[in-house]
Every structure is written in C-alpha cells, then in structure tokens.
C-alpha cells in the first residue's frame, strides 16, 4: 500500500490522547503502520512547542506541526520553527486587563516560545500546569523582544462562556477569542487559527488539500475540520461538530486515531 501524498493531522487532548493523558496503544501502532506505507502523520494542538513535544516523541510526525492553535509551525523532526504569528503586546495587555478585572475568580496565562507566564492562578490553571509539563514563571513577561503567542482564561464554565460573551461587547482588533474547552477562553492572533496554519502547512510540504485529513474534537478544530479534504471527529465531541464533519469514529479512549487510518487504507487500497 502506497499512502504517500496522504497528510493525517490530529488534535491531541480529546483526540489522539485517551483516558489518563496516555495515548492508547493503538493508535500508536496506527500511525507507525501509517508512515511505514507512505503517509505523513502531524499533530494540531493548542499545547506548546515543548509540550506537544512529549506527543511527537511517541509518533514521530513526519508532517509540519501546528502549535499554540494555529500560531506556530514547527517541524520536530528538523526541530525547526516553519512560521509563526504572534500578538501584539500593547493592545493584547490592555484586553488581558479587561478581563482580569471583570472576572476576578479567572486565571490568566501568557504564552511565550518556551515559557508559560501565570498572571493569575486557580485550580484550572494549576492543573493545565500539570498537564502541560513543562516550565512556568509567575508574572506577565517582561522581555519586550519575547513574543506573546496567545494567551488563555480559566475558569468554570459558566464563568467561562461569560468570559466569551464579555469579549464580544468591546472591540479588539488584532485578536479574536477561542473557546478551547469547557473551561479555556484563549486569545489569539486575529490570523491565528488551526486551519489557516493547515492550509499554510499543506502548501509548505507540497500536499494537495484534497489528501488532507484532520481529526478534532473541540470547536477550536472548527476551521482545521474546515479547511481539511477529509473532516473527521471523534464520539466524543460535541453534536454540532458531529453533524458537520464527513466521518465520525471512535471515542479518543478507544482509539479514535486508529480507526481513522484504518478508514484511510481501506480507501486507498
């Protein structure tokens, strides 16, 4: 079997990771299988360079990655950034300050190439810290010359979709705010999204978008599930993706990965 010219570009949280932030045994049996017959594997994830890392260390992408949601390309296996977009300090501070004033109970990250900054912690930003496995500073950045990627609010839900709906009664040119789980509000570059960094990678690599498949789960995926040949999510997100997509597999606990580079083969045999 020939998969070569076939880019699969996946999510990690609720995708390709399963139960417990290990990515089920499967999948990686998949992907391998995958690029051993020609095709590129690469993940999509509003994780960092370095905590994305810890997945590409067990995949093994072949394929450009996308990072902190569409706002860096990196290719690990050049360890090499391709592109990246990054905020604007100035007017992101002053958004940031609006937010941080409304919503005292919210915590606050910044983004930077190889550090998170902690503005304001919480339970959901001590455990994001936890999950993300990789250094931190408390306070904003003060290196001017250090780009802001994004930056992200955490709180419960209902606190964080009154985030969301707060952001959208000022103007804020320059950025545009993501829902990324029930409980992460981020702030991106205006330009910044999964699938422009898709469309950017495909051309980078030489993939036509036709033989282009990604896999989320979660509505910042929306405009990678949009810009890919083939849309793809698992059970486990939500109707409306599910409703929108060309094919719905497995729960990420089972395997959701694999089933899709199962579905791949079976129609380039």
């Not at 900054?117 to 930003?125: D, E, G, K, Q, T």
Request: glycine content about 8%.
């Amino acid at each position: 079997m020939d998969l070569s010219g076939i880019l699969l570009v996946s999510d990690l949280d609720g995708t390709l990771i399963g139960e417990n932030f290990v990515v089920p045994q499967r999948n990686l049996d998949a992907i391998a299988r995958f690029q051993q017959e020609g095709g590129s594997f690469a993940i999509a994830t509003g994780r960092s360079i370095l905590s994305g890392g810890h997945y590409a260390e067990l995949t093994h992408p072949k394929g450009p990655c996308i990072c902190l949601n569409g706002t860096i390309l990196y290719d690990y296996t050049q360890q090499k950034m391709l592109w990246d977009c990054h905020l604007d300090q100035r007017t992101a501070a002053e958004y940031i300050q609006r937010l941080y004033d409304r919503f005292p109970t919210a915590g606050i990250e910044y983004f930077c190439i190889k550090t998170i900054h902690i503005l304001r912690r919480n339970a959901y930003v001590t455990e994001h810290l936890n999950h993300e496995g990789v250094s931190w500073k408390e306070g904003p950045p003060i290196d001017p010359a250090q780009p802001w990627y994004k930056a992200l609010f955490a709180d419960d839900l209902e606190k964080k979709d009154a985030m969301e709906a707060f952001s959208a009664t000022f103007p804020h040119p320059g950025v545009r705010f993501v829902s990324s789980s029930e409980n992460y509000l981020e702030m991106l570059p205006e330009q910044a999204s999964k699938g422009n960094a898709l469309v950017k990678a495909a051309e980078l690599a030489g993939f036509r978008m036709e033989n282009v498949y990604a896999i989320g789960d979660y509505y910042n995926d929306t405009e990678l599930l949009e810009a890919a040949g083939v849309s793809v999510v698992p059970e486990n997100a939500p109707d409306d993706l599910k409703e929108q997509a060309d094919l719905v597999v497995g729960h990420c606990y089972q395997g959701a990965v694999a089933d899709l580079i199962e579905e791949i083969e079976r129609r380039h045999r």
